[in-house]
């Protein structure tokens, strides 16, 4: 059986279906990633330092400079969905349950619909005021170079996981990974913890569990997942599901 057929026969076979999604699920949607040969690490210097905690609370006004250009953020509310994340949202129209765990920032799992999102990275669509607790949409923050609390005047803190920071939702989505029929790790490194963790945590705590990755290149996980398929997700999901509708 080749690895399209696979993945569809495990699909078909799953109720509970847990994805993990990185930075490569929301390339084709124009989106730069972090590790690749034209990504944000490639096109800008020390990016741990500069979206850090420490540098946000450190110089907050050069912090927003730089967290703006790095992440198009005049652009971002005009992204859409791709192919992608139309087709996790596809699996729930087809009465799978669906929990996506992703560390992507952009909100696009939530545009195309899907129902379950854990953004263990939190999202750039708000940032909030750390002094006040108020918090303000995608068009407030871009409405001036350094977005700051109407009510206060404090400067805004995106609501997104800087490094060194905490992330949240880590140990929900442990859980709902462990308790999936199939995971699906799409577009991502598995480089930065604690999340790469979780094909580990689910080996060890739900064998039965069928793991499956999708990347452009091999990771040092590979060895984690029981059918690995190195293309684009666009493609791949095109091809298992026109599988799944022809049966």
Known sequence: MNPIEQFGQWIREANTIAVLTGAGMS???????FRSENGIYAQEERVEYYLSEHYYQKNPVDFWRRFKRMFSLKLMGDFAPNAGHRFLRWLEDIGKTVVILTQNIDGLHTKAGNTNVIELHGTLQTATCPSCGKTYDLAFVNRTDVPCCGECGTILK???????????????????????DLLLAMGTSLEVAPVNQIPFYVAAESPATRKVLINKTATRMDGMFDLIIYGGIGETVAAVRERLEQK
């Open 158 to 180: 995106p609501d997104v996981v800087l490094f060194g920071g905490l992330v949240p939702h880590i140990e929900e989505a442990f859980a709902r990974a462990a308790e999936s």
């Open 27 to 33: 390339t084709e949607s124009g989106i730069p990633d």
